[in-house]
Nanobody, 122 residues
């Protein structure tokens, strides 16, 4: 079974930095895109950033210039470097793997991580 395991969340003061990591495990052949979504209380889950296997990135306007997504294809791992954090960045951050191919499945599957809490507060 393909699983995503996130790490790196926590409590940080406004203006601070955090780095999230997400590792995909299992008998994986390929992952088209990996990304990070977030969901704040009472709000819908939204895309924060995503990166394809080829390195093409996409960012939400609210995080452009502050967050950087990167990926290690050999390790099936995606990272999110978050700088200049604001209280409005507070949310549960979820890792997402899109169009995963694996010996465990026929065709493509998408997978979500369990989520990691990021709290920005003084």
């Amino acid at each position: 079974q393909v699983q995503l395991v996130e790490s790196g969340g926590g409590l940080v003061q406004p203006g601070g930095s955090l780095r999230l990591s997400c590792a995909a495990s299992g008998s994986i052949f390929s992952i088209y895109a990996m990304g990070w979504y977030r969901q704040a209380p009472g709000k819908q889950r939204e895309l924060v950033a995503a990166i394809t296997a080829g390195g093409t990135t996409n960012y939400a306007d609210s995080v452009k210039g502050r967050f950087t997504i990167s990926r290690d294809n050999a390790k099936n791992t995606v990272y999110l470097r978050m700088n200049s954090l604001k209280p409005e960045d507070t949310a549960v951050y979820y890792c997402h793997a899109e169009r995963v191919t694996s010996s465990d499945y026929v065709g493509f599957v998408d997978r979500w991580g369990q989520g990691t809490q990021v709290t920005v507060s003084s």
